[in-house]
């Protein structure tokens, strides 16, 4: 067999700055679709926060106060009764109904933490998505007749100071005159005026005394709102 001569080929060299546009466009597909999962992932959130936020059918309005922009828990180290130390964003995961009283708890305290009660047990079945949560700021002494009204309620001593830096009440009022609620991400995002009744108000029976029904019926309509708008991404449970 004869011998052929032997055939080369010839390929040019790539260009620099076509490679590196290559890369760029590879970079922004990249991210585009990293984008497009994310956006996937938080659309449920986005919408029921958009349900709640702006649409208002009705000409609704709130009984709560929105609080915008959120204010994410901080890294705040509590302390259980019993001394057991508890980072407060280990919280996160469930809504949170809270309340913020010395630990000497006065008869406004006490009426607080009733209605704190009484509104999550009104939720029904909803409300193993809501956690009650009372804030003491001191170190003062609670009292045993408390404890058995608190068995399903979380107790955590926090630095009043670093506390007044996260949840902050209306010009004009304490701390104590609110309760506070916090999504299931950690976000401080509706205060509530402490449901008071007038000295001249008709009592309710079962009802301790000084405690505007009316005013608690609004509050616990709010929260049944927002329960219902994170429905589809929210479960009971962290």
Not at 30 to 57: D, E, H, K, N
Not at 101 to 106: K, Q
Not at 171 to 196: C, S
């Amino acid at each position: 067999m004869a011998d052929e001569p032997l055939g080369l080929t010839v390929h040019s060299l790539p260009v620099p700055q076509e490679a590196l546009a290559g890369d760029a466009q590879r970079t922004v597909r990249g991210r585009v679709r990293m984008f497009a999962v994310l956006l996937v992932c938080a659309a449920p959130v986005i919408a029921s926060y958009f349900t709640y936020y702006v649409i208002r059918p009705e000409g609704r309005r709130n009984h709560g106060e929105l609080v915008e922009p959120q204010r994410p828990v901080p890294q705040l180290a509590a302390q259980a009764l019993d001394g057991k130390p508890v980072p407060l964003p280990s919280l996160k995961g469930q809504w949170l109904l809270v309340s913020v009283a010395s630990g000497d708890c006065d008869a406004a305290c006490e009426r607080n933490l009733y209605v704190q009660r009484q509104l999550r047990e009104g939720l029904g079945k909803e409300k193993d998505r809501l956690d009650r949560i009372w804030l003491v700021p001191d170190a003062r002494p609670i009292r045993e007749a408390l404890l058995p009204a608190l068995a399903q309620a979380t107790v955590l001593r926090v630095n009043g100071e670093q506390l007044s830096q996260w949840l902050q009440p209306a010009p004009g009022h304490q701390l104590t005159d609110h309760l506070y609620l916090v999504d299931p991400m950690g976000n401080w995002m509706m205060r509530f005026p402490v449901p008071v009744a007038q000295p001249d108000a008709a009592a309710v029976p079962g009802v301790p005394q000084g405690i505007d029904t009316v005013a608690a019926a609004k509050t616990k309509r709010d929260i049944e709102r927002v329960l219902r708008a994170s429905a589809s991404w929210d479960r009971a449970g962290r």
